[in-house]
């Protein structure tokens, strides 16, 4: 079984003694790739020393991720985007909308995502896009880019059936599945019935949301078996197709990862 890890933090500093340990595990559970969407200006340096060295395992993403937008995201991209040159970036990300708390910085974020929406259409790269409620605002964003060959992934979705499919109008785009899939009370088998699998990708957002048996504990990329056997249950298809074709559906949307053949 091949797998790939489409969104991980593993650079994060709840990993300092522990990352060369997670990379063997996951690697010993068919993990092939893991893909690294950054947070913020200070997040880069960490997350581009992870790849160096380990080219074809860890690749970095590039993008201010919602939360840690504030009133001088502007000057924060300037500065980000100057160093864009030296990593060797597969995608736009993580960027979106996180209204879930407060609407204290809801301009803001709304103005940086365009900002990173436009940077992904400049330099053809796919976005990885988280969005915490804030579907109908994400939808009016990133409308206006449908015909301009945008790309990328719905981060960690949960939503409706019907939310999956406003989501999935974007032709270019998957929806990222996690750990939550595998909760008791996730509603998320149900709706993934709904959606082809040829539209899903997997991904573990480690050190957050550990699957079933892990809940409440430190996440890693090496469980990502656990989702991929859940998904399989859903669909009724063998773990190992289940993960074969995520594998396919990542490779296509972030194509500088290496080459993908439709199957």
């Known amino acids: 079984m091949r797998i790939i890890d489409t969104h991980a933090h593993l650079y994060d500093t709840c990993f300092a003694e522990a990352r060369a340990g997670v990379a063997a595990r996951a690697k010993e559970c068919g993990v092939e790739k893991i893909f690294l ?37 502007a000057e924060t991209l300037d500065r980000m985007e100057a160093g864009l040159g030296k990593g060797n970036f597969i995608g736009v990300g993580e960027v979106g909308l996180d209204f879930y708390w407060d609407r204290t910085y ?11 929406v436009e940077l992904a259409v400049e330099r053809g790269l796919p976005l990885m896009i988280h969005s915490r409620a804030a579907q109908r605002e994400l939808v009016d964003l990133l409308s206006p880019y449908k015909a301009k060959g945008i790309t990328g992934v719905f981060h960690c979705f949960g939503g409706t059936a ?31 019935r709904q959606v082809p699998l040829t539209r899903l990708v997997v991904e573990t957002d480690a050190p957050y949301l550990a699957p079933v048996p892990f809940r409440g504990k430190r996440n890693e990329s090496a469980y990502l078996i656990y989702v991929v056997e ?18 396919e559906n ?14």
């Open 230 to 247: 859940k998904l399989a249950e859903a669909y009724g298809k063998p773990g190992e197709a289940v993960a074969e074709q995520t594998c």
């Open 37 to 73: 969407p950054n947070i913020d200006e200070s997040t880069l340096p960490a997350l581009l020393r992870m790849c160096a060295g380990a080219e074809g395992f860890f690749y970095p993403m590039w993008g201010l991720h919602p939360t840690e937008v504030r009133d001088d995201y």
């Open 162 to 192: 019907e939310e999956a499919r406003e989501l999935l109008a974007f032709e270019g785009f998957m929806l990222g599945v996690n750990g939550v899939l595998t909760f008791k009370k996730s509603s998320l088998p149900d709706v993934l």
């Open 106 to 116: 809801a301009r803001e974020q709304k103005e940086a995502f365009v900002r990173q």
């Open 250 to 263: 990542a490779l296509k949307t972030f194509p500088l990862a290496g080459e993908w053949q439709a199957l």
